[in-house]
């Protein structure tokens, strides 16, 4: 399958670039089978059922973009004549914090600029200008394949108190502006609780205390997971054909509680509704390791001919003709599993699941999410779940209708 099979034209002014005024006030594309109705968010709660169990992720995005300096600086070799160099070698530097790493508050992978030459042993420092100790110290472990470090930090007793204080909010790059007060609140969603990303899960953008009110008083049950958000999301895809694409991991966890939950909403044919793609991966990822690990007590999965014939949980079979992927492509979502007695179970760790066309959906049942970039993992998820045809359908009327694009954009309801 190729990449480029997931492209389609976006004009630049459909970027949005700031949060609407109100969270609630957004546009929702309502998505069910190759049928397409233009909907505010604010009738989200009327297309749940009382049954129904809502799952969000909890996780709270760092202010993990870091601006500091490089030690060894070299201004006084310059010539005034060239200010942008003199810049540069006065040692500057932006970090973008992607992942920490498991068992160590001081150890975190990152993506630095300039990229060329921050090299292994080098220590960068944070701080106000002047300042006669830096408020954060760092020193450059290793370089990776793509050009991300491995940052260990200096012990501090208050690391993520300096951290929100010195960091600003990592804006994706297609939000052409700087970060703001304003971003700190309307980029964070209203249940985030557990910081640790480094984007905002953005289909959790659009709720509100009264949204989840409403919802509540209808009858709906709602749960949460953490996934943190890292490079495993947003970095872009380097090969030209899907199944060659390697994605990063994340941390997640699920609760004992919530496990719970999720098993006897599938015991009981509820609905799972996930509200956002990491909140799918993560669901999915758990669900799939549950099966392997053989912690299901029912070993036979309940599944339809239509999935039967859908090759590998993870993908498409090796070997397959190529019309049957074509075919695959196109085929939308439906749950795989019948009633299992131990469906799901408390856990954490790193998620490194990559979902497109031909996966089998083993837990969700309908998603919200926002509108994604061209030729993206996460455009491929949503292909996997609606089909192919159907959702470039979906975002071509999208475009037409003006609808807003990507993180502080509009919504999409998958059923």
């Known amino acids: 399958m190729l990449v480029s099979d997931f492209d389609f034209l976006l004009p630049p002014e459909l970027i949005a670039q700031h949060p609407p005024a109100e969270r609630a006030t957004s546009r929702m594309l309502h998505l069910n089978g190759s049928v397409?109705?233009?909907?505010?968010?604010s009738e989200f709660p009327q297309l749940l059922r009382p049954s129904d169990l809502?799952?969000?992720?909890?996780?709270?995005v760092l202010p993990a973009r870091l601006f500091g300096h490089r030690s060894g600086s070299r201004a006084q070799k310059l010539s005034p004549a060239n200010p942008a160099s003199r810049d540069f070698l006065k040692g500057r530097v932006e970090v973008l914090l992607t992942r920490r790493l498991p068992g160590s508050e001081q150890l975190w992978e990152a993506l630095v600029r300039p990229g060329r030459k921050i090299m292994p042993g080098e220590r960068l420092y944070f701080g106000p200008e002047g300042a006669d100790a830096p408020s954060l110290e760092a020193e450059v472990l290793t370089r990776g394949e793509f050009g991300e470090r491995t940052l260990r930090f200096m012990p501090v007793?208050?690391?993520f108190a300096r951290l929100e204080s010195l960091g600003h909010i990592p804006l994706p790059p297609y939000i052409d502006r700087e970060d703001t007060d304003e971003d700190r609140r309307r980029y964070q969603t209203v249940f985030a609780r557990d910081p640790g990303s480094v984007a905002a899960p953005t289909a959790g953008l659009h709720f509100t205390e009264e949204i989840l009110a409403q919802m509540k008083e209808k009858g709906v049950e709602t749960a949460s997971v953490t996934l943190h958000v890292g490079l495993g999301t947003f970095a872009p895809i380097r090969t030209d054909v899907v199944e060659e694409h390697k994605i990063h991991t994340e941390w997640y966890q699920i609760s004992e509680k919530t496990a719970e939950q999720i098993t006897r909403a599938k015991r009981e044919d509820r609905r799972v509704v996930a509200i956002g793609t990491t909140t799918v991966r993560t669901l999915e990822y758990a669900a799939e390791r549950c099966f392997e690990q053989g912690q299901r007590q029912e070993q036979q999965p309940r599944v339809s001919q239509k999935m039967a014939n859908m090759g590998h949980p993870l993908g498409y079979t090796i070997g397959e003709?190529?019309?049957?992927?074509?075919?695959?492509?196109n085929v939308g979502h439906q749950t795989s599993l019948g009633h299992p007695q131990d469906f799901m179970t408390e856990q954490s760790g790193e998620a490194d699941i990559f979902i497109y066309p031909g996966y089998r959906f083993r837990v969700v049942?309908?998603?919200?999410?926002?509108f994604h970039l061209p030729k993206s993992t996460l455009l491929m998820l949503v292909s996997a779940f609606a089909g192919r045809e159907n959702v470039l359908s979906a975002y071509n009327h999208a475009v037409r209708e003006r609808y807003r694009f990507f993180s502080y954009g509009d919504c999409m309801f998958i059923e």
């Open 36 to 41: 397409i109705i233009d909907r505010f968010f």
């Open 365 to 370: 049942d309908a998603m919200l999410t926002n």
């Open 54 to 60: 809502v799952v969000f992720n909890d996780t709270r």
């Open 321 to 329: 003709d190529p019309h049957i992927r074509q075919q695959k492509a």
């Open 157 to 159: 007793p208050d690391f």
